[in-house]
């Protein structure tokens, strides 16, 4: 048996290791004490100050890093798994009220008149015939009791119900094969996610929470609410719904949050 | 590969700390705007999942060279734990031996194969908190969200413990940087690799 010698990596010179910085430094190497120590680590808290520039809003590098994200749309939908159900969770975990979160404060909302609201249906869809609440709220009811994620890292668990937005699609005549579908808001929100996310189970037209009417802050009459995007996805007092197969940019992938936003 | 490793590391604590800003773990630990990469919260996310390509591709190249080419078993194993203790007390007393820049000494190698642990558990926590639906049964075993979140945070900070140790040590050693910087020459430690006799 033959011992094998190591292949060298190519980034190494051969021959055999060359101590002679030890030897020549060895006074150096002996002299580490504790001042130095000191001094070495008020130096390296020095350094790390100097970090504070900023070059993310240089029109380069934040076109480096939105073809990164978008990228990233990419990968998240060749991983998304169109039939995974997201955890759910029992009535007693549910938050009551759920969390608001807006671009703006909860004294800033613009409640919406449920007697006079319509959802109006554009493009790719046969039955473009507005819709009542009254007329949406006679629709068959889904309940999801899931997570809400923000992509600030907060979480709460939620139990919202109302047609399933497949169903919805459907029974409207929606082509099911176009790429996108889009959320025009009652305040100047927009939001738009794929068809496969469109298609989910757990993707619902959220018009309860908790089993009552959707309190105006979390979108009186209807909002999105979907199991696998995070919490900014999910578009409240939606007035439109469109189908396409263009992408536009909406309220904050034009900002340069991560369009795709799967979790 | 250690430099690229550098860069992203740098990338990657920077706008992670920007990230952790919007919802904080500890409430009085802020980190500030000055040591933060991205100004606004999407900057950092943009920078976090840029670096991550970089810090999670590198990593695959380097452990997997580590491993396929016996460098981590020949240079960080074994570790005693009397060594260890050796070692510790040596360093204590700055009686440490600088002999051979290419040994590491027990506390060396307790270090590095923590820094790769922590390294590991925190892409796992990342895929985790990137997507906790995808990758559901992942992201279980860990509990809740939350949970995930502060192992994530944890990882974070005995990666930068360790940086500050290391990159001090490092200064203070300035020659063992050249050697980084060239290369240095290939190591006969000692211990030549023996094939199995069957």
């Not at chain 1, 919805?168 to 996610?193: H, P, W």
Request: with cysteine; glycine share 8%; hydrophobic share 45%.
């Amino acid at each position: 048996m033959s011992i094998p010698t190591r292949t060298p990596s190519i980034f190494r010179p051969n021959g055999g290791i060359d101590q002679s910085p030890l030897s020549r430094h060895r006074r150096l190497v002996e002299d580490i004490n504790r001042r130095n120590v000191l001094r070495g680590a008020i130096s390296l808290g020095a350094l790390s100050l100097l970090t504070g520039c900023d070059v993310s809003e240089d029109d380069s590098v934040q076109k480096m890093l939105r073809a990164v994200s978008a990228w990233n749309d990419r990968v998240q939908s060749a991983i998304f798994r169109p039939t995974h159900l997201a955890p759910t969770y029992s009535a007693a975990q549910v938050v009551k009220p759920p969390r608001f979160n807006a671009y703006y404060d909860i004294e800033d909302i613009k409640p919406v008149d449920g007697a006079t609201w319509k959802l109006e249906l554009s493009g790719l869809i046969d039955n473009k015939q507005p819709w009542t609440a009254q007329q949406i709220y006679a629709l068959p009811e889904q309940e999801e009791i899931i997570k809400h994620i923000c992509v600030e890292g907060w979480d709460y668990i939620g139990q919202w119900s109302g047609p399933n937005l497949r169903d919805f699609l459907q029974r409207v005549g929606a082509d099911l094969t176009a790429k996108y579908v889009y959320f025009i808001c009652n305040d100047d929100y927009t939001e738009s996610i794929d068809m496969a996310t469109a298609l989910h189970p757990q993707t619902i037209l959220a018009t309860k929470y908790a089993g009552s009417p959707l309190a105006d802050p979390f979108g009186f009459p209807m909002r999105l609410r979907t199991s696998t995007k995070l919490g900014y996805k999910n578009a409240k007092w939606v007035k439109a719904i469109e189908v396409s197969n263009d992408f536009r940019e909406t309220f904050w992938s034009k900002q340069g949050f991560n369009w795709f936003a799967g979790i | 590969m250690h430099w690229i490793n550098a860069i992203a590391i740098f990338i990657m604590i920077g706008s992670g700390w920007k990230i952790y800003n919007d919802d904080v773990i500890l409430g009085w630990l802020h980190f500030p705007d000055g040591i933060v990469i991205g100004k606004w919260a999407q900057y950092g996310l943009q920078w976090h999942f840029f670096g991550m390509w970089i810090f999670v591709l590198n990593g695959i190249a380097y452990l997997s060279y580590g491993i396929a080419t016996g460098r981590f078993r020949r240079k960080l194993f074994p570790i005693s734990f009397r060594e260890l203790l050796a070692t510790i007390s040596d360093a204590l007393r700055f009686r440490l031996a600088h002999d051979d820049l290419t040994h590491y000494n027990a506390v060396q190698k307790m270090l590095y194969l923590g820094v790769m642990a922590a390294g590991i558990l925190i892409v796992i926590t990342g895929l985790c908190l990137w997507k906790p639906v995808q990758f559901s049964e992942l992201a279980s075993l860990f509990g809740s969200f939350q949970i995930i979140r502060v192992v994530h945070f944890l990882c974070m900070a005995a990666i930068v413990g360790f940086l500050v140790v290391h990159i001090s040590l490092a200064l203070l050693v300035p020659q063992s940087l050249a050697a980084m910087v060239t290369g240095g020459p290939i190591v006969d430690d000692g211990a030549p690799e023996i094939k199995p006799t069957h």
